[in-house]
């Protein structure tokens, strides 16, 4: 273990009244701060926010507690809390742990002989599941859903921060995004970042959603689209939850366009030092992919 995770370790023993044997960062991702947590006779998986950031937004790990344990509490699959705390005592930081989940990664549970779209249609079901909890039963229940508006907004401000290089039609998205938006339906359960790379399966099923860290309430297609990310096609994915196709298009273009502005403003992250990752600079041309592909959905 590194000093790091040694302290991390000692600490969090404390917290849990609990020998905690071993701390190991998770090496799958991109987050930087999740371990593997070696308990006796069990393993768990913590959860920690960024040194020295502000308890809010991704960073905010209580609320990830929270939503976690609500919808835990709901029978649906998503880890268990073993243990959180608000105040500061892990590192200097709150923390989350949560149980340790018996399942494969995507590529493992389609290298088992798992078919993709019946992954996607487990991942559907699920999502169902999700979406039909009361918001008051979510954990996030007293937050004020995310509009529209709201949502071209928060991906245009990461945009504006990416490489101008890679985003100079970006606005032009963007734009089309607020013309052509639809009427939006009940509030829902939104994970943000509900594609396969966030879930574990087990026997051709989804075990567990994880990293709930951009979870909020907002519209039930913002997270069908994301699953049409790798490995199956929208038009599948579209056919099994039965959006409606126009909606549907327009979901799909904004998706493009938050993943072109995350990608982009963790790659101008990583290139002035603040959150070191050289995977984002093999991304330059999947954020230009992106912008072009939203403009030729709405298009």
Avoid at 107 to 118: C, H, K, Y
Avoid at 127 to 150: C, H, K, N, W, Y
Avoid at 186 to 209: E, I, S, T
């Amino acid at each position: 273990m590194t000093e790091a995770e040694e302290r991390i370790r000692k600490d969090l023993g404390a917290q849990i009244k609990e020998e905690v044997r071993e701390v190991r960062a998770i090496p799958e991702g991109h987050s930087g701060f999740t371990y593997w947590v070696a308990l006796d006779g069990r393993r768990g998986v913590l959860r920690l926010p960024p040194p020295g950031a502000r308890i809010a937004g991704p960073a905010d790990i209580p609320r990830q507690a929270r939503i976690m344990a609500a919808l835990h509490a709901e029978g649906l699959p998503v880890p268990a809390v073993v243990a959180s705390s608000d105040d500061t005592v892990v590192d200097g930081r709150p923390f989350v742990l949560m149980e340790a989940i018996k399942g494969e990664r995507v590529e493992q549970a389609i290298e088992a002989g798992s078919n993709p779209l019946q992954l996607a249609a487990s991942a559907v079901d699920v999502l169902r599941r999700f979406q039909a909890l009361p918001p008051e039963r979510t954990g996030i229940g007293g937050e004020d859903p995310m509009s529209l508006d709201g949502e071209v907004s928060r991906w245009t401000w990461l945009m504006d921060r990416a490489p101008a290089e890679l985003t100079r039609q970006a606005p032009r998205l963007a734009q089309l995004l607020v013309e052509r938006q639809p009427p939006p339906g009940p509030p829902v359960l939104v994970h943000g970042d509900y594609h396969f790379g966030n879930m574990l399966f087990d026997a051709g099923r989804v075990a567990a959603v994880v990293d709930w860290e951009i979870a909020q309430l907002g519209q039930p297609l913002l997270d069908l689209c994301c699953i049409s990310l790798s490995h199956v096609s929208a038009d599948d994915v579209r056919e099994m939850y039965g959006a409606d196709p126009r909606d549907y298009r327009w979901y799909l273009a904004l998706t493009s366009y938050k993943y072109a502005a995350i990608f982009g403003y963790n790659l101008m992250l990583h290139r002035r030092g603040k959150r070191p990752d050289p995977s984002y600079e093999q991304r330059t041309d999947t954020i230009l992919v992106f912008i072009d592909r939203g403009i030729g959905v709405l298009g």
